[in-house]
Structures are given as structure tokens and as C-alpha cells.
């Protein structure tokens, strides 16, 4: 696992329900727990209007599963609140999980009832892990999801991830890894830079300018520290003055101005203009402000080089949950033999049964088709993309799914899966599943 050498990854074990403890006692009772058994991460719908949705937080889960043991302390707190007896506790003091899993590349697209992450083990071991699996997927693929509608929206101009101060301090570190899953070039969170290897960027705040005797003396300061390619931000009393006091300090090297306040569109129009005007040509403007895809979108046609996002994106712009589920789809039975399981209630129901899928390509390459096979693999009429992969075999992680490595990968796996995807999935107007998932029954 390749994160920052100096970072210490916590045990995740506690990351956990006092249920699945419970729920494990019993099974150990029973004597089923050590049914070989088989459970699966999918999302039933894709939030309200959204057109597909994208994979993030899988290399957390598999950092997280790495160090999913229990401590001595750890124990002692489960023993000392009676949340399970000694028999259980006997059992959690030598867990390491020895099982499969197998999922969707991070990065990937999803849609209804893709099986997004699937864990072969004993039940036991499997039980643990759900709420761990269930909090990182569902946290991260919101994110990631968001941060795929807004770079869309943005047309290949530069997103900038700034949105942990609206968010926990852990949150605001993952949620800059999706963002940079989901497209965006950077992040202001330098957390995520030393843990995965993101680009981290940032200049200063309108504290900056206040804290200096006047504007042209915050800048002075700024420029002489950091260099005429800086950013300096132009709306803490006047734009035109402070767009014009920029260009007389820094000339026509100055790297760009950041625009934070007011009617975005027109604002951008007429400082792309002065800037023209005074043979800054070369200078870019950044603009922030409570940003999200419709805004984004909005500022299309306007000469803005970058956007910096907040809030709505460490929100997920509308859809914080992916809500995902993980539930048991195959067991052991009393023979020895795998049994599909499946939920009937209504509107929750699952669909039974050991997955495997693709993705259904025209002749043009284009997807038409998410296509699931139940205990067995999909027809593949001759181009279709095999969407599982094996991360853990035996309990042994594969290589290049986490750390920064894990991090590229996945924003390049999600470049490609956008390309291949219709046009449908970049608008923003409300609509069905840009592909239909369709089912294929073992005969």
C-alpha cells in the first residue's frame, strides 16, 4: 500500500454497529457463522433525476480492511460494556480477513443494482465489515458522483476542490480524494496531498488583504512571497481597483485573479476585458462562490479559466448518500451447497444470487447495456467490457488499487468509463438511467 510513509492508518474495526457484533455472537452460537456466504454493495436507484453514478472509496475499504483488528483496549471495551461475551471476543481477538472480494474498478461508473463490491467469506467475516464498507462507499461515491456531474459542467476547464471547511476534518480529507476521482485537477486539502498524492493548491483569503494597511500592500507582499504567477483575489473592496493595482504591481505576468462575490457571468465578462485591455492576455481568472454544477454550467459561456468548489461538492451537490446497501445474496446450506438469499420486501427488495458483469458496448464502443449475470458470467457478444475485478484473493490485497497509485487509477478509470458513456450523461436536466441494467438467470 503505497499512502504517505509517515501516516499512520487507525484501526477501523470500531468503525462498526453494535449489531454486527450481535449479529455475530448469535451466528457463532448457532454454529452458522462459518457458512461460507456471499454479500454484495449495490445502490436499487441512483438519487432522484441523477443519470448514473460513480465508484469512489474503494481503496479506502481496502486500507480500512488491511487494518481491521482489534486491539487489546478495543476489547476490553467490548468485554467491559457487555456488548459481546467471551466467546465472541475470543474470536475478534485473532480476526484477519482471509476471504474475496471483488468489485468495480474506483472510478467506474454505476447504475441501479450494480454489484458495486462483492465479499466471499465465512459470514463472520463478512458481517464485520458491512457498516465500514457501507460508510466509505456511500460517503465517497456521493462525492465522486458530484464531482462528475461539475467537471462535465465545467468542459474540461480546471475544478478545484475546496470544501474542507464545510465538512469533518476526516470527511474533508476523502472527500478531496473522490473529487480528484471525479475529475477535478486539485484540491486545497493537504492531507489528501501527503496521504495520496493529490495536487494541492491555494494562495490566500480576504483576511490576507484586511490584515494589510491597504490592498496594494496585501499584494505587494503576496507577490514579492510567492511570485508573479500567483492568484490574487480581486473582491475584498473594489474589483476593477484591485483587478487594476494586480496588473500595475505585477504587470503582464500575473498569473491570475480569483473572483468570489457577485454576478459571476457578468463580472468575469468585463474583467476578461479590462485585463485584455491592459495586455494582461495571459492572466486567468478563477472564480469561486458557493459554486455547483448549475452554476458551473451557467458560466459556460463565460471567459472564466477555472472554478473553485466547496460546499456543494463535500455535500455531494444535493445527494450526500449513494445509498448503497450490502446485503447477503448466497450462503452455505446445511448440505454444503450455495443457496441464493434475497430480500422480498417491498421497495427493498434484492436480487439472489453470486453476480458478475459487463458492460454492453455497440459497435461504435458506445455503452448500451449494464448487463448482470446471476451465478454465472453475461453473454459478451464480442466487445463488451468485463466490469469485475479481484482486489482481495485469500485475504491478500492486490496491488495498485489504494494509496496514490489507487488514486490515479481511479481518475483515469473514470475519464475512460465517461467517454464510453452516451451523451445523456452530461446533462444536468433531471432523467432515467443513461443505460438500463439488465439481468441474465443462470439456465
Keep these: 500500500m503505497n499512502t504517505a510513509a509517515g501516516w499512520k492508518h487507525p484501526s477501523t474495526s470500531l468503525y462498526t454497529d453494535h449489531y454486527e457484533l450481535t449479529m455475530l455472537q448469535a451466528a457463532l452460537h448457532s454454529g452458522a457463522a462459518h457458512r461460507r456466504s456471499v454479500f454484495e454493495a449495490f445502490a436499487r436507484r441512483l438519487p432522484e433525476g441523477r443519470r448514473y453514478g460513480v465508484v469512489a472509496g474503494t481503496g479506502r475499504v481496502l486500507e480500512g480492511i488491511e487494518h481491521f483488528t482489534f486491539t487489546e483496549d478495543q476489547l476490553d471495551f467490548l468485554a467491559r460494556t457487555d456488548v459481546v461475551d467471551a466467546k465472541t471476543i475470543d474470536w475478534l481477538a485473532n480476526f484477519r480477513f482471509s476471504g474475496d472480494i471483488y468489485g468495480y474498478a ?20 463478512a458481517c464485520v465489515l458491512e457498516t465500514f464498507i457501507l460508510s466509505v462507499l456511500n460517503h465517497d461515491s ?9 467537471t462535465g459542467a465545467a468542459g474540461g476547464r480546471p475544478c478545484i476542490e475546496m470544501g474542507s471547511r464545510r465538512t469533518h476534518e476526516e470527511s474533508a480529507v476523502a472527500a478531496a480524494r473522490a473529487a480528484v476521482i471525479g475529475g ?68 503582464p505576468e500575473l498569473g491570475g485573479v480569483r473572483l468570489d462575490s457577485g454576478d459571476l457571468i457578468a463580472q468575469a465578462q468585463w474583467v476578461r476585458k479590462l485585463l485584455d485591455d491592459l495586455g494582461n492576455h495571459h492572466t486567468r481568472i478563477t472564480v469561486t462562490s458557493d459554486l455547483d454544477e448549475y452554476a458551473i454550467a451557467a458560466l459556460a459561456s463565460a471567459p472564466v479559466d477555472s472554478y473553485g468548489v466547496g460546499t456543494a461538492l463535500v455535500t455531494g451537490s444535493g445527494a450526500p448518500t449513494a445509498s448503497m446497501v450490502y446485503k447477503l445474496v448466497s450462503r452455505e446450506g446445511a448440505d454444503g451447497e450455495q443457496v441464493s438469499v434475497a430480500k422480498a420486501s417491498k421497495n427493498k427488495i434484492s436480487v439472489g444470487g453470486r453476480k458478475y458483469a459487463l458492460r454492453r458496448l455497440n459497435q461504435r464502443g458506445a455503452a448500451t447495456a449494464e448487463v448482470i449475470g446471476i451465478g454465472r458470467q453475461p453473454f459478451d457478444d464480442g466487445n463488451d467490457r468485463p466490469l469485475l475485478q479481484q482486489f ?52
Design 392 to 443: 482481495i484473493a485469500n485475504g491478500k490485497l492486490a496491488d495498485g488499487w489504494t494509496g496514490a497509485e489507487g488514486v490515479r487509477r481511479a481518475a483515469e478509470r473514470h475519464a475512460a468509463s465517461m467517454a464510453e458513456l452516451p451523451g445523456a450523461v452530461h446533462r444536468l436536466q433531471r432523467g432515467e438511467a443513461a443505460i438500463p441494467t439488465e439481468f441474465e438467470e443462470q439456465s
Design 106 to 125: 474506483e472510478g467506474e461508473a454505476y447504475f441501479p443494482y450494480s454489484p458495486i463490491l462483492i465479499v466471499e467469506s465465512s459470514f463472520a467475516e
Design 142 to 150: 456521493a462525492i465522486a458522483s458530484a464531482a462528475s456531474r461539475m
Design 184 to 251: 477535478f485537477s486539485s484540491t486545497s486539502n493537504l492531507e489528501a496531498g501527503y496521504r495520496y498524492g493529490v495536487k494541492t493548491v491555494g494562495t490566500a483569503a480576504h483576511s490576507f488583504t484586511l490584515l494589510h494597511d491597504s490592498e496594494q500592500k496585501a499584494f505587494e507582499a503576496q507577490l514579492a512571497s510567492l511570485g508573479v504567477g500567483t492568484t490574487l483575489l480581486a473582491d475584498t473592496y473594489d474589483v476593477e481597483t484591485a483587478v487594476r493595482t494586480a496588473v500595475d504591481l505585477a504587470g
